[in-house]
């Protein structure tokens, strides 16, 4: 009977290293956040996917690849490569990057209901990728009941 | 005794429908948030509150209506309207609404302390629509003590 | 037995007030996230850190004090100071922090993974003051396993 009323929380985290070909890249990655929901056998709660590099995001947008060109293009207008940042005094190039990825989300909170990933008809989790062609990780960790 | 030192968790989810008179609007939707609060009597946790559609935002800033038409020119000119944009090769129109949203956030979570939502002095929840006329949801869901 | 298989689930909240010396300012929080897990002695879950005043950032990036320059200089360029905002009719003069607050994040979720904070290599959790010279709150809530 107790056990009944108490409803047991869980937790579970993943980690998924994505190593792009391109220095620029946007990939859907919703498959492995439904992969990690069910390792965690999670019925009500939260997925956080978070970018655990700093030149890279994790955004909620529609799987079409005429926009993901688009978002990279609108990018690169707002936060361009190749200028005269003061971080590129440190050896780095990639300035553009740590501001790209701030443009877009970090990390987002999928929702999980009733068992099931709870996203709108067009929602897609994606990895932005914007200094690639190196091993980087993404944080998945279901925590709920 | 047990049930007192073992704390109950809860979770409970609602949909909001915005159906906006106008494409472009900004609409408070702080009182469905501690609603749906509310009837999870929550005590401690979170609130998220996330758009269920790709051309819509969540953001938390001020209830000020000049503030909300700056919002909308601003948003206007870093992510304009009617471009030449690929996403417009599917035959839809709202390319911008995609990248307006991400400017915003498309999700909070509104924490929750002593049954209250814990906002500061200024901080209201909006919704923003940038491709409206249609039904829309919000998810909030509500999980906790 | 029974206490050992239900894990206790655990909340603790603490609110950091910020007086910048200057008005815009880029500040590191990572110790006080850290302050925070430690007191709930969380183990599983997540620390929200949440800027209370609209007109605040939080973000996590890299600790590069020409990045934070490089992040101050693009900001203004994409939502720059002083211009005829309709905001300012109401007697403000801040509509600018209210706008780049909002390029940044507002909040970060940074998770916890067997009692520490789960953070990539470089990741670290900043304040992003747009509007300073006067306390403002940032909450930070622990809540997990």
Do not use: C
Not at 105 to 112: D, G, K, R, S, W
Request: cysteine-free; proline content about 3%.
């Amino acid at each position: 009977m107790l056990k009944k009323a108490v409803r047991s929380v869980t937790s579970h985290t993943e980690y998924l290293t994505m190593n792009t070909e391109t220095r620029y890249a946007i990939i859907d990655i919703t498959e492995h956040v439904e992969r990690v929901r069910a390792k965690a056998s999670l019925r009500e709660g939260f997925v956080l996917v978070s970018a655990m590099h700093i030149t890279a995001s994790v955004f909620v947008n529609d799987h079409e690849s005429g926009l993901w060109s688009d978002i990279m293009t609108w990018l690169e207008r707002l936060a361009p490569a190749g200028k005269d940042y003061r971080h590129h005094l440190t050896g780095e190039d990639n300035a553009d990057a740590h501001l790209k990825r701030m443009i877009l989300e970090h990390q987002v909170m999928i929702p999980v209901t009733d068992g099931k990933l709870d996203l709108g008809p067009w929602e897609r989790v994606h990895y932005g990728e914007f200094d690639g062609q190196r091993p980087k990780r993404v944080l998945l960790k279901a925590v709920g009941i």
